[in-house]
Every structure is written in C-alpha cells, then in structure tokens.
C-alpha cells in the first residue's frame, strides 16, 4: 500500500513538472523580438544586366559585282584606317574606264575644234555650248567608272578587328553582299535598362561622381580592373517595361572586352530616408511580402509591404511601414493574426548587425 502511495505521489510530480515545463516553453514561444526599421540616408551598389558593344561596329559589304579575286586578312586580325582587305576582279570596271577616257578625248577635240570654227563665225556659239556640254558629260562618265573601279578595292574604314569571312577566293560576290564585320575595340559601351524611380533618383544626384562612375562584372564573375562612365541616357522610357536604357562607357586598351559580350554594371544607387528591414522579418503569400506589425495593445497584426530593393538580408521598403512602428522579427512563421503576444525590444541596428537570412 505505502509502495502504490509512493508511486502515486512520484507520478503526480512527474506530472506537474511536465506541465510546469509545457507552461515555460509556451511562455517563452509568446515572448518575441520586435524592432524599428532603421531609416537612413544610404546608397548601395545595383547590378543591371548589361548588352557590351564596340565603340563603332560596322558590316563591310561589297560595292560591285564580281569574282573575289583576293583576300588581303584573316579573321580575328587588327586592320588599320585605309589599309586594303578584299579586291574584286576588276578587269571589267578598268575596260569601263578606259572607254569613259576615250569618250572624253574625243569630246575635247572636238570642243576644241567647235571653238576654233565659232571664233570664225563659221559656226555658231550655240554648237560650240553642245560641244563643251558633251565634254562634260564624258568627263562625269569618267568620274563614274572611276569611281566603280575603286569600289573593287575594299578597305577599312577604321582600324579595328576583322570578324568571320564569309566568302572564299573566287566567290561571286553581288552588289551589297557581306564579306566581313569590322569592330573598332579601343573602348566599348554597355547598355542597360533603369526602372523610372532609379531613373530619378539618378538625376536628382546627377552632379555626384560616385552617381556616374560605374564598375563592369563579366561573365565570369570577375571584375573589371577598369572603371567606366554613364554618359548617354535615351530619350523616351519603353512603354512595355517602364525602363530607360542607359550607356556606359569603358576602356578597353587589353582587348579584352568583345562586341556582343553580356556582363552586369554595378551602379551606385543613392537612396534618401531609405527605410531598411532584415528580410528574416518577413513572410511570402502569393508574390506579396508582409510584416506583423505589433500594436500598443500587443496585438501582432499582417501588414503589406512594398519592396523597393533587395540586397544580402535586407529589403528596402518603398511603402508598408513607418519609422516608429514595431514589428516582429523573430517568430513570424509561428504567430497567427491578431495573436497578442508578449515581446521584448530589441534595438534595430543591433537586430541588422546579426542578421539570418530565414525567418526563424
């Protein structure tokens, strides 16, 4: 009987410390960290995906028609201004110009012979006018076929990079038919797209050198060891994107930027009264992002929030909270809406110095 009582009275406390335990563990789940946002004036580094292209990127195409008769560069070679890449066979264009030349010569002698005539009122002024007039026309006909015969000589325009070679010796080559690309590398420009707000913000702080200098993150990941400038702005927003396209400038003395290659600028973004949150602090519910906001009366209730920008731990609000409000920011996955819960303050520049990137 006194062993039953004994086991009676040890379960009894075996119980009561459970239940003790269960009440702490309950106490401490209610007890949770609330914070301010922190409200600063800020600036931070965005990265913009970004299209490179050569300072001048042009087709080389033929002028005439006819048979490749030579190739003077092979792809991937540096050209300089003027120097002489394809050639046409220009046997046509060179019997054109001798014809042009002949037709000429006759039509000077016998302007020649006009005049002398005229000046003996043999014949009158009005025919030695017909003569000088058939002169000059032959000799636009040998400024033409001149001309024709130049344009069987293909020379850069620039000096630059020759692209692929489409064509081979002895291609018949049509007026207007690609033989080759030339890209002039010496500096190179990276486009990309700025919504409206950053557009702004960017213009408000147009005179800040930090604004307009600009880094270039390549494909690889690396950094380009040569900083660049944002010097064109385009003059109209694209109606479907909202965004402006920006140009940057870079050089490029190791060649080592290509036309058509991607990278990311990385753009500092100045940011005025900038009202900062760990993103721990938060919860997702179909594509929107909210906060429990924790009222005088200990009420955590949801709020929306808009997200201007997201960096490591943080989001940026554009709207949803102000300055004085506390919000919860640990516990966010546990509480339920309108729970009254019990919190502790914790000061938000200590919350941001150790930050987690999950809710807890």
Known sequence: ????????????????SSCAKKEEQKEEKTNFTVTNAVVVDTSFTKEYVSQIKSVRNIEIRAQEKGYLQNIYVDEGQFVTQGQLLFRIMPGMYQAELLKAQGEAKEAEIELKNT??????????????????AKLDQANAEVSLAKLHLSFTEIRAPFAGTIDRLPKKLGSLIDEGELLTTLSDNSKMF?????????YINYQNNEKSSSNKDVGLMLANGDLLKYRGKVEVIEGEFDNETGNIAFRASFPNPDKLLKNGETGKVEMTVPL????????????????????????????????EIKVAYELPDIYILSSGLKADEKFLVEGVQKVKEDQKVETKFEDPKKVLSSLKLKAD
């Open 1 to 16: 009987m006194n062993k039953l009582i004994m086991l009676l009275s040890i379960g009894a406390l075996l119980n009561l």
């Open 115 to 132: 005049k002398s005539l005229a000046d003996k009122n043999i014949v009158s002024k009005s025919e030695q006018a017909v003569a000088q």
């Open 190 to 198: 990276a486009y990309f797209n700025v919504s409206e707000p950053e």
């Open 272 to 303: 005025k009264n900038a009202v900062i949150i760990p993103q721990k602090a938060t919860y997702e519910m179909q594509d929107q992002k909210f906060v429990f906001v924790v009222g005088k009366d200990g009420i955590a209730r949801s709020r």
